[in-house]
């Protein structure tokens, strides 16, 4: 999870339009929420991601839910009150259900920085307060199947990054390739590896923290740093990677 800016309210949802909708949702509980535009202007909210836990949603938008944060059920009056509405995937709007966020506040991203409650370690989210462990807990976070198997993937994946790329700068720096080719390829495998851990990108919020928990990350920066290859766009980069990343449990 990341924090998400709120965009502005799309201009398609008047205030007649939203009253006329809301009205027939009260009379006949009808999805009234199920408009293009709105689908849309949520998927720009959250580059395309589940709110939650980053898995993308943007194919078509099938897998789009449009989440009510305060309960539909409960809170009828804001099922088309802009800031209520975040974009979820099926299973956790269908694993958040009917929770009472007004009773028992869980992290809304768009309001919260998760990174203030929430931790990594070893592929899993640990929360550091009260409202940190019950969003993991509502939102089950650490579902085994879909979550923490995904971000060990994703875990492995990078350290088979990492590793390959080190090994070329490794020859790079003992001469036995000194080509530009050579050293295009390790300055832009590094930024593309870290822009994985950027808000564009799925997962990014633990993808960030896997990258920068990585001993083999720290190595090749310090190559780069050492041979003058670490530009001022992979600066930036790393800033923003540390920005949007999980800071480590301790
Ligand atoms: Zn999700």
Known sequence: MIKLNRTNKPVELTIELQDKLTEEF????????????????????????????ETNISEESKYLEVEHFHH????????????????????????????????????DPSKIDPKKHLRYWRYRIKGIDDIGKLTISVLNLNDQERLVKKRFEIGNAILEKLEQLNELIDDYINGIQTKTLRKNKIVNGTKALIKEGLPNSIYSGTTAAIILTEPEFETLKSKLISIDLWDSELINLNEELIKNGLELYK
């Not at 929420?33 to 709105?38: E, M, P, S, V």
């Not at 958040?96 to 966020?101: L, R, V």
């Open 26 to 53: 009260l009379k006949t509980g009808k999805s009234v929420w199920h408009l293009d535009f709105l689908k849309k202007a949520l998927l720009d909210l959250s580059h395309n991601k589940c709110c939650f836990c």
């Open 72 to 107: 539909k059920d409960k809170y009828k009056k804001e099922v088309l009150v802009w800031e209520n509405l975040l974009p979820c995937c099926k299973k956790c709007n269908g694993t958040k259900k009917d929770h009472d966020t007004k009773i028992e506040p869980i992290i």
